[in-house]
């Protein structure tokens, strides 16, 4: 039983540094700003502009929570130090860290997708 330490923290420690660098390089260079005060006058405070807005910062928060539910869980697993109870509760939060983290990137790569195919929301 010991042993699934030297497995899961590997692997909790690779969920961390690669999971990021997997996002990025499908984010691209989309912009995360708010509204400038020259696209005012483009029409872009609409209410679907303003909806696309909050969701993709949403996203990202969202993400942000969850990389940092991951790195919590993982320095508890590993500081479990022999207690089975506190390890399987770690094991449990990593499990849904990854699980969120997965679900979060599937969300944004949806509503990416939508918005750039034609489905632009300003015209909600």
Known sequence: MEYRKFVYAP?????VTVMPLVAKAQLGDLPVTSIKPEDLNNGSTSFGNIVSKVIEIFLWVASAVAIIYLLISGFNYITAGGDQEKADGARKGIINAVIGI????AAFLIFNASTNLGGDLGNI
């Not at 997965?102 to 990137?105: G, K």
């Open 11 to 15: 692997l909790a420690t690779l969920a």
């Open 102 to 105: 997965i679900v979060i990137m």
